[in-house]
């Protein structure tokens, strides 16, 4: 990425995460918004650092900036979500990360998803008719859930991006800064 683009400054993402998050699937991401000029806040469940994964042997660890009970979500522009099935299932399961994404989402706000951090959705209940990708050993869950699971690179469906896994995160990252440089337009000509 260009360190000189700044086409999304003052954008402000929320990235949603807790502990087993895939370490690059938040790390690669959130450089890609930063250089862009956009804010990046982590979220989680509690303060202090949260342990990032390298598949299934433990990675490197990133610091929260803020608990989602300190989180509101209309002091943001957009949610990445990484993956990491023990993070997924962990957040998927949180009344206060389903409440921020359905808020996030009636406001028809971006929210990029990759691997299986598609489970936040389905269990907020906003999968229903979406056309989205994940990783594939989640594809029943989503389909379960009335949304149609597509095996692609990259997914974009409204204001959501999915993507299935690491390998994806350049092409995931593309998508990403150009669906949330196109909510900054809409929302600065609003």
């Not at 806040?41 to 433990?58: L, W």
């Not at 998927?92 to 691997?115: G, L, T, W, Y």
């Not at 390998?167 to 669906?179: C, G, H, S, T, Y």
């Amino acid at each position: 990425m260009d360190p000189t683009n700044e086409s999304l400054k003052g954008l402000r993402v929320a990235i949603l995460a807790t502990d087993g998050f895939e370490l690059a699937e938040l790390v690669e991401p959130r450089k890609a918004l930063d250089e862009a000029g956009a804010k990046t806040s982590v979220i989680a469940p509690k303060g202090g650092a949260i342990q990032g994964m390298n598949h299934d042997e433990k990675g490197g660890s990133v610091n929260v900036d803020i608990t989602f009970d300190q989180a509101n979500p209309a002091d943001f522009d957009a949610v990445l979500l990484p993956g990491g099935a023990l993070n997924a299932d962990n957040l998927r399961m949180n009344q206060s990360a389903q409440d921020f994404v359905r808020e996030v989402d009636s406001h028809r706000k971006p929210i990029a998803v990759i691997c299986h951090a598609p489970w936040l959705l389905v269990s907020a209940g906003l999968t229903f008719e979406r056309t989205m990708t994940s990783y594939f050993t989640i594809q029943d869950d989503i389909r379960n859930a009335g949304a149609i699971w597509v095996d692609q690179e990259v997914v974009q469906d409204r204001n959501w991006v999915s993507s299935r896994k690491p390998d994806d995160i350049p092409a995931f990252n593309r998508k990403i800064l150009a669906v949330f440089g196109e909510a900054k337009a809409r929302a600065k000509g609003a």
